[in-house]
């Protein structure tokens, strides 16, 4: 099946940047991402490898390259502490793919 | 921006089986998908199916099938998610979130409030 590579953890401190990556067999496809903090429903903060919801502000970026799609945050707030996921839609069996989850951490 | 709106938390037997309901407003509902995702206490995101009403049948994950049953009543902008056989690892919080794409790739744009759903005997 498909599978979706992220880092358990990343830590950071306020004001620098943060990069979260998705890796593996991301070739082709579009990668979003999602925020969630605790007992919250997930939120949409990257669409299709790069663009960005109303709301969600230009802090948050996103790219795809080769096997690695990439969440960049800037200048982070302590308010971005969160689980952060990537997904994919394998259109070859129609079904969602979520990577396991990153928890960032502001130091 | 669509709204979901979940039904209440549920208790249940092991073996047993249970219902959610999500019920949408804000845009036309059937024209758009509703995917159902699941996430386990302190664990990561779990995609189980999905429908788009006007189209259906529903699409599921290999995981879920034979266990899992994802309908919806346009009449009533809901959608629903069957999953029976009840065992403690399907203990769980349960959202809805809307389908949307422009490329043929999905994302998840809107998200119901959650349903958890507790087996325990």
């Known amino acids: 099946s498909y599978v979706l590579t992220q880092p358990p953890s990343v830590s950071v401190a306020p004001g620098q940047t943060a990069r979260i990556t998705c890796g593996e067999n991301?070739?082709?496809?579009?990668v979003h991402w999602y925020q969630q903090k605790p007992g919250q429903a997930p939120v949409l903060v990257v669409y299709d490898d790069s663009d960005r919801p109303s709301g969600i502000p230009e802090r948050f970026s996103g790219s795809n390259s080769g096997n690695t799609a990439t969440l960049t945050i800037s200048r982070v707030e302590a308010g971005d502490e969160a689980d952060y996921y990537c997904?994919?839609?394998?259109?070859?069996?129609?079904?969602?793919?979520f990577g396991g989850g990153t928890k960032l951490t502001v130091l | 921006q669509v709204q979901l709106v979940q039904s209440g938390a549920e208790v249940k037997k092991p073996g047993s089986s249970v219902k959610v309901s999500c019920k949408a407003s804000?845009?036309?509902?059937?024209?758009?998908?509703i995917s159902w995702v699941r996430q386990a206490p302190g664990r990561g995101l779990e995609w189980m199916g999905g429908?788009?009403?006007?189209?259906?049948?529903?699409n599921y994950a290999q995981k879920f099938q034979g266990r899992v049953r994802i309908t919806a009543d346009i009449s009533t902008s809901t959608a629903y998610m069957d999953l029976n056989s009840l065992r403690s690892e399907d203990t769980a919080m349960y959202y809805c979130?809307?389908?949307?794409?422009?490329?043929?790739?999905?994302?998840?744009?809107?998200w119901g409030q959650g349903t958890l759903v507790t087996v325990s005997s």
């Open positions: 429908i788009i009403p006007l189209f259906g049948p529903a």
């Open positions: 979130a809307r389908a949307y794409s422009t490329t043929g790739d999905e994302y998840f744009d809107s």
């Open positions: 804000g845009d036309t509902f059937g024209s758009y998908g």
């Open positions: 997904q994919v839609w394998d259109m070859t069996s129609d079904q969602g793919v």
């Open positions: 991301n070739v082709g496809k579009s």
